[in-house]
């Protein structure tokens, strides 16, 4: 079975209230001395079922990348591919330049460097005895549905899932869904979306873990130097 890892890792990052290129971007700032992409792609350097791991960038970040992962001398093919002004535009064109002979694809956001090899393995496993899967938690907080300001309803917790990723698919059936959505002109969140409106196949959900965090605002660098330092000391 042959895993390809998409790395999405194109956007401005304008959350962190930063939009200049380069180290300026999230998926480039510095967590203890190393680039949280890079942080990101170690974990995929761990894992035996990944082939390989390709990083959809901006055209101005790609040869400055490439050098990035030239001096972590990664034990698999790491390559990088242009992205586009959207994760959705990214991961379409990292999809487009895989191979026919790749099983499953696994989509994972460049910012959450602290997934485990361990989830990784466990979330493409179930993908491949279903065909879709991802990671996702269940709400500790009450979640209340509204508009403008007004509650309309509380959602029952058992029913719902904070999706995270990875989110894995079989190749087919993942460009299968990008298509589709290229001729609805529709634009998905996340990957699980696409699939979901194909209703060819369920989505299973592997339990995921607080830990894998999307790095996103400038508090969120504080919890994450906090868990770097944790696998640290475990290693």
Known sequence: MKVSVILPAAGLGTRMGREKSGTSRKQFMLLEG?????????????CPSVSEIIVALRAEDM?????????????????VVEGGETRHQSVENA?????????LVAVHDAVRPFVTPELVEQVIAEAAKTGAAIVGIVPVDTVKQVHKTK????????????????????????KEAFATAR??????????????????VEVTVVQGSDRNIKITKPTDMELARLFLSRETVAK
């Open 34 to 46: 190393a680039p949280i992409l890079v942080h990101t792609i170690r974990k995929f350097l761990q």
């Open 63 to 79: 040869d400055w990348a490439r050098n990035l992962i030239e001096q972590e001398k990664p034990s698999k093919p790491v390559r």
């Open 95 to 103: 999809l487009a330049s895989l191979s026919a002979d790749i099983d």
């Open 151 to 174: 509650i309309r309803s509380t959602l029952p917790r058992e029913h719902l899932v904070l999706a995270q990723t990875p989110q894995v698919f079989r190749l087919n059936l993942l």
């Open 183 to 200: 001729s609805d002109t529709f634009t998905g969140t996340d990957e699980s979306s696409l699939v979901e409106r194909l209703e060819k």
